[in-house]
């Protein structure tokens, strides 16, 4: 995955999207349901109904791109509400993508002792 430059928001789009869509009807429903300009440099990301395909949808200057990942095992974590957005940090957006749970991270081997 390329890493999104510093300062830029990721809003995850709450609920089911079809997956059928493509450029545009995905910058549609960015300003459409979620209210926010496609155009902003902002990170948009989708889930499809099945839970095992995300789309991502970004304006990188020059035109949009979009980026499409399916976890072959296993389900993206994703937000329960039915509508709107969720604001996630890229450290965040990174582990939804690799299939970590990104709402609770937990230490796989935690210090125990200082120095």
Not at 47 to 59: A, D, I, M, P, S
Not at 70 to 78: A, D, I, P
Request: glycine share 14%; proline share 7%; hydrophobic share 45%.
């Amino acid at each position: 995955m390329i890493a999104p430059p510093a300062g830029v928001r990721v809003w995850l789009a709450a609920g089911p999207t079809d997956m059928r869509r493509g450029f545009d009807g995905l910058a549609r429903l960015v300003q459409e349901v979620l209210g926010r300009d496609p155009f902003s440099g902002h990170v948009f990301a989708f889930r499809g109904r099945r839970g095992h395909l995300v789309k991502l949808l970004f304006w990188d200057g020059q035109g949009l791109v979009l980026y499409a990942k399916r976890l072959e095992r296993g389900k993206f974590v994703w937000p329960q509400a039915r509508g709107g957005a969720i604001s996630l940090t890229p450290a965040q957006l990174s582990m939804l993508l690799e299939g970590i749970d990104w709402r609770m991270p937990a230490w796989t081997a935690r210090p125990e002792v200082a120095g």
